[in-house]
């Protein structure tokens, strides 16, 4: 695709459930990161891929938090026992490794909301 | 682990008024980057500072790259309330695993 694409756009889930989360990156880009966003805050990192294997996972908040990657594509980031303070918006971003530009590339996010 | 920060994380402005705002890194970068998200969107790529001690020129913004090469400045002239937004700092680190490691972001708001 033209771009880094999310799904869903939006989630409601009960408390206690499990989601998951999709990030589908821009074709060839070998570095995808996740981050979270709670209204009106910044940026939170959770975590990053270089190629299928995450160097980084040290903003992954609990161990109710899990993210994998395959085929150095498609993305999940999976909640369980989803608690209350998961809602937020949590955005995918994919970069180019190795050239001269390495501008990330964000999607419009999935807004989860735990009722 | 490299840490990008930007403080303050709100800043309020009239119309007209000159804005600059800093980010650090606590190490030596390899590039710097900038993005702006709009209220309800996604951030969005502005530009990239490469050399040591760079200066670029978007319009009325002007970003720089300090000359060791671990801080850098966005400054916007005569803000306008198309300004409004997230401004993110983004310092790629150097080596084998290089990343990009975004900074919290600034809120900028301007009053009419």
């Known amino acids: 695709g033209a771009g880094v694409s999310q799904s869903p756009s939006n989630k409601v889930t009960e408390k206690g459930k499990d989601v998951e989360l999709r990030c589908d990156p821009i074709s060839g880009h070998t570095a995808l990161y996740w981050y979270r966003q709670r209204l009106g805050q910044g940026l939170e990192f959770l975590i990053y891929f270089q190629g299928n294997s995450a160097p980084d996972k040290s903003g992954l908040p609990s161990d109710r938090f899990s993210a994998e990657r395959t085929g150095e594509s498609v993305s999940t980031l999976t909640i369980q026992r989803t608690q209350q303070e998961d809602s937020a918006v949590y955005l995918c971003?994919?970069?180019?490794?190795?050239?001269?530009?390495?501008?990330?590339?964000f999607g419009q996010g999935t807004r989860l909301t735990v009722v | 682990g490299q840490q990008v920060m930007q403080i303050p994380q709100y800043q309020h402005v009239q119309e007209g008024e000159d804005f600059t705002t800093y980010c650090n890194s606590s190490?030596?970068?390899?590039?710097i980057q900038w993005y702006k998200q709009r209220p309800g969107g996604h951030p969005v790529f502005l530009i990239q500072l490469v050399k040591s001690g760079e200066v670029k020129k978007q319009k009325r913004l002007t970003f720089q790259f300090g000359e060791a090469k671990k801080n850098s400045s966005l400054h916007i002239t005569a803000t306008q309330t198309t300004d409004v937004g997230t401004y993110f700092c983004a310092g790629e680190s150097t080596g084998a695993n290089s990343k990009l490691t975004f900074g919290k972001g600034i809120t900028l708001s301007v009053r009419p």
């Open positions: 971003a994919s970069s180019p490794i190795g050239s001269l530009n390495t501008e990330a590339f």
């Open positions: 190490t030596t970068l390899s590039n």
